[in-house]
């Protein structure tokens, strides 16, 4: 695993993570499950709010899942990505033989939001 595990947003605002994972289709139920634990791991963080795992509507050869987490401030979102805890899960979930994942993580803060009238 070669990308930086820490966030390091600077920002005291709710931000908002989005993840790509793109993992062979044949790996995709496996990944779901895997994931699921380095998921347990942050919503037991102070300041998360919530976190959604999409994964596409249509059938591929890979599947790219989208992962979508919400956290009361960049600062507890950094706070949060210094536990070991997740870091080992993290590493687990890149480093496991029967899983061959790629990854494009960024965080985010809204600049237009928009309610129903």
Known sequence: MTESLES????DEPVTVIKHYT???????YF????QENAR?????????????????A?????????IAEWSSG???????GNPEWHA???????????HITSEPA???AVVELHPS
């Open 107 to 109: 965080g985010y803060r």
């Open 41 to 57: 791991i942050m919503s037991a963080q102070p300041g998360f709010i919530r976190s959604r795992l999409h994964r596409p509507l």
């Open 8 to 11: 390091k947003t600077g920002v």
């Open 75 to 81: 600062t507890a979102l950094d706070k949060a990505t």
């Open 59 to 67: 059938d591929a050869p890979e599947v790219r899942f989208v992962h």
């Open 89 to 99: 899960s993290l590493r687990r979930m890149f480093d496991d033989p029967g899983l």
């Open 32 to 35: 779901v499950e895997v994931y």
């Open 23 to 29: 993992v062979p289709a044949a790996e995709a139920g």
